[in-house]
């Protein structure tokens, strides 16, 4: 069994007080071969949680640069960030993706046009098809923008979002085209989707994306596929994961992915 967890946050984002220490501790317990470390980096968001969401890169590069080289025996650490993109700040995200020595960088919309989607200030004048709509079309508008990232992070959760009435559901017949133009644009550019385990803790009775999301990205000739858990807390890391190896290997996915250095190696995950 290759166990990999490819999106674990620690206290260097806003919204964890883990302690990197922790997390390495409980992913050797649960004997991960790798774990991809990706803080929040979100700019521009226009809100309170501005300057808490923006990456000490000064001191996250050289800690996690310390923490891989003392555990390369242990286990593989990756250096890794999830990148809040907004379709302005592609040429930015290239930037600071280059200059950093990153394996891996997830690109999530959590904010559109400064807006965090979480905030009533973006549905006010929204349906619940209207959100869902802006949001996927971002999401479009947002790969297209920059080249440097991994993968497309936790692709559908918009559906976690919307205020009174509107969270948990999305009628996916409304935005088939939009979806398909958005992986088709991932898979030319050999980028890769993130199944995101957090959707059950979310209690949304699913993984972010949904199955048939997954399935499809595989059907269009996508390949390259991560798992997370988006812990905050090294208690979820892994979480849920074997039914995601069940789900992949009932679509026949063989193949997990790992990154260095942002170069894709596929793992054999059973
Ligand atoms: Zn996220
Ligand atoms: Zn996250």
Redesign the pocket.
């Known amino acids: 069994m290759y166990l990999s967890d490819y999106?674990i946050h620690s206290n260097f984002s806003g919204d964890s007080v883990e302690d990197l220490e922790n997390i390495i501790k409980r992913a050797k317990e649960l004997e991960l071969k790798e774990i991809a470390i990706t803080d929040?980096m979100d700019l521009d968001t226009g809100s309170i949680y501005d300057s808490n969401f923006i990456l000490d890169l000064n001191k996250y590069i050289p800690k996690l640069l310390e923490l891989k080289e003392r555990e390369r025996k242990n286990i593989d650490i990756k250096i890794g960030m999830?990148f809040?993109i907004q379709s302005h700040l592609g040429m930015e995200a290239e930037k600071i993706i280059k200059n950093h020595p990153f394996d891996f960088v997830?690109s999530?919309i959590?904010s559109i046009n400064k807006i965090l989607i979480d905030q009533k200030e973006y549905w006010r004048d929204k349906t619940k098809e209207e959100g869902q709509e802006k949001y996927f079309l971002e999401v479009l508008k947002c790969i297209k923008s920059y080249d440097t990232f991994s993968i497309q992070?936790?692709l559908d959760?918009i559906s976690r979002y919307g205020g009174e009435g509107k969270k948990g559901f999305i009628d996916y017949t409304k935005y088939d085209d939009i979806i398909d133009e958005i992986l088709k644009e991932l898979i030319d550019k050999g980028k890769g989707i993130e199944i995101?385990t957090s959707g059950i803790r979310y209690l949304e009775n699913r993984f972010y994306p949904c199955n048939s999301l997954v399935k499809r990205y595989f059907d269009l000739g996508g390949e390259i596929i991560t798992i997370g858990s988006?812990s905050h807390k090294s208690i979820d890391i892994c979480k849920n994961f074997s039914e995601v190896y069940d789900f992949l290997e009932s679509i026949n996915v063989k193949y997990i992915s790992s990154f260095e250095k942002m170069k894709i190696e596929f793992k054999k995950f059973r």
Request: glycine content about 16%; overall charge negative; aromatic content about 8%.
């Open positions: 999106h929040h999830e809040g997830i999530s959590h992070g936790h959760f995101n988006d």
